[in-house]
Nanobody, 115 residues
Framework: QVQLVESGGGLVQAGGSLRLSCAAS????????MGWYRQAPGKQRKLVAR???????NYADSVKGRFTISRDNAKNTVYLQMNSLKPEDTGVYYC?????????WGQGTQVTVSS
């Protein structure tokens, strides 16, 4: 069974950048769409970016133009490059398929953006 491990979070000032990684313990090639989800304090987890096997990417309006999702099937890894970070980007970031599978949720990685 595939397990996902997120990393790369941290504390950054507004306007800064972070690159998140999601490493899978097995092949993700069979998963057509992979996504990054964000759970802000006190709010529901929401999809912020997704990418298909063909490389087609979609973004939530709140991150469009600032975040870039990519995937490397050979390395079984999905990335999220986050630029021009804002305090409202603060939260725990998770990767999963889209639509998500309960068994794929990992621990997530905390991103905190200070103003």
């Amino acid at each position: 069974q595939v397990q996902l491990v997120e990393s790369g979070g941290g504390l950054v000032q507004a306007g800064g950048s972070l690159r998140l990684s999601c490493a899978a313990s097995g092949s993700i090639f069979s998963i057509n769409a992979m996504g990054w989800y964000r759970q802000a304090p006190g709010k529901q987890r929401k999809l912020v970016a997704r990418i298909t096997n063909s490389g087609s990417a979609n973004y939530a309006d709140s991150v469009k133009g600032r975040f870039t999702i990519s995937r490397d099937n050979a390395k079984n890894t999905v990335y999220l490059q986050m630029n021009s970070l804002k305090p409202e980007d603060t939260g725990v970031y998770y990767c999963n398929a889209d639509p998500w599978y309960a068994s794929l949720w990992g621990q997530g990685t905390q991103v905190t953006v200070s103003s």
